[in-house]
């Protein structure tokens, strides 16, 4: 079956999320989006992982569903056209810090495990480590080799795949405190990294210009601090509903059953020009090195992007990849485009009522920016929705870049 999937997000108990992230509200925003497989983050903290006990039952193999009870009361606030099924899969992410080779090194890395009494061994072992009840993101000085051996010595069937590999500060290719290579950072264990996150930043073509990167699978995810922030970028599977199948479909990067992701502008993203937000100091690669990396400002080295870093690492023109690429559909959050069109700001009353009238008329908000007709989005009395529908998806907007920390700003029209 043909399903859509974002599997790194936050809980409440991770720090600055919203205090209305658990798992009813994910349910609910899951089928406004048109998500069917959501990953239930955090599952390190004792507090969330004591909720997805409590609050979910086992389903397919490997995922879960939301209590009949609950999820009958959820239903409620969902427009009959966006009703569907919607599974949880067991995943946290893990904040490596610490030294090697040298250098002070930061990186986010995402797991995933086949059910609780695994998910479970692994919390107590982290716990040996250091602290993860303090945040749903847990914060260890762990090699993030030596976690990949924990989750491997645990569980066989649990995945492991390093998040927003890119971002400057917490990443594994990151410019200020990641490596320069995935084998650098795993040495011997890097054959069981089959899968990268590309993260806001980047979208596939600027990883295929790392020949590194060509046999392993891109996925995109939303890394969610928000209900409805989910879906921002996703992944799009054609294959069983099951733990197995998804990891699978991932491993293998089969173009029948893992088909391709939806991406962010990654000229949206927060780091993907270089520069300084307290200077007001938004450089490309190119100005960056013409001021040999300096702030003009502040007279301090600039935080360098992730479009620099990619460059940086290239070692392959587009043109020259062979590799069968996966598509990839680059997408605006619906509430972004109502806000433009109707000029006024995205969680003001009047987006909130024509996004609820969109979804109750043509269901879902990902089946309205990928798959809607243009003559039927032109019936929603919504003036100009359709055009903006259209320039998002041929790539016709203009965008002024995101840069350190500060997401960049588009304009359709």
Not at 162 to 190: N, Q, R
């Amino acid at each position: 079956m043909k399903f859509i999937a974002d599997l790194h997000i936050h809980s409440k108990f991770s720090i600055a999320t919203a205090k209305n992230l658990d798992l009813e509200n994910l349910y609910i925003a899951a089928q406004l989006k048109g998500i069917t497989v959501l990953g239930t983050g955090d599952f390190t903290h004792p507090g969330w992982f004591r909720e997805i006990k409590e609050k979910l039952v086992p389903a397919e193999p490997g995922l879960f569903k939301l209590k009949e009870d609950i999820a009958k009361m959820c239903d409620k606030k969902i427009p009959v056209l966006c009703r569907s099924k919607v599974r949880f899969i067991l995943s946290c992410e893990i904040s490596s810090i610490y030294k090697k080779g040298g250098k002070v090194r930061k990186n986010h890395n995402l797991i995933f495990m086949p059910d609780l009494k695994k998910a479970e061994s692994f919390n107590k072992k982290l716990d040996k480590k250091g602290n993860i009840k303090s945040d749903g993101r847990p914060i260890l000085g762990l090699d993030a080799k030596n976690l990949l051996e924990i989750m491997l010595d645990i569980s066989n069937k649990g995945f492991f795949i390093p998040a927003h590999i890119w971002t400057p500060w917490f990443s594994v290719m990151g410019s200020k405190s990641g490596f320069d290579s995935i084998e650098e950072c795993f040495e011997d264990l890097a054959p069981h990294i089959f899968a990268v996150e590309t993260g806001l930043s980047s979208d596939p073509p600027m990883n295929w210009k790392i020949s590194e990167l060509n046999s392993l699978t891109l996925i995109s995810n939303s890394d969610a601090h928000s209900p409805m922030k989910i879906g921002r970028e996703a992944n799009l599977f054609n294959t069983g509903l099951s733990y197995h199948d998804i990891r699978s479909a991932i491993k293998k990067g089969d173009k029948k059953h893992f088909l391709g992701t939806f991406e962010f502008f990654p000229q949206e993203g927060k780091y993907y020009f270089d520069g300084h937000r307290k200077c007001n100091i938004r450089y490309t690669p190119e100005e960056t090195k013409k001021n040999k990396g300096m702030c003009p400002v502040c007279e301090k080295p600039l935080t360098l992007g992730v479009l620099h870093r990619v460059e940086e690492l290239a070692d392959q023109p587009e043109k020259k990849i062979s590799v069968q690429k996966h598509p990839f559909h680059s997408i605006i959050p619906l509430t972004g485009i109502l806000s433009e069109l109707l000029k006024v700001g995205e969680n003001s009353k009047r987006v909130k009522h024509q996004y609820n009238s969109l979804l109750e008329k043509f269901g879902s908000e990902l089946k309205i920016l990928h798959e809607t007709k243009y003559e039927d989005l032109e019936k929603s009395n919504i003036p100009f929705l359709s055009d903006a529908i259209k320039r998002m998806r041929t790539s016709q907007i203009n965008i002024i870049p995101g840069y350190d920390g500060e997401f960049g700003k588009i304009k359709i029209f």
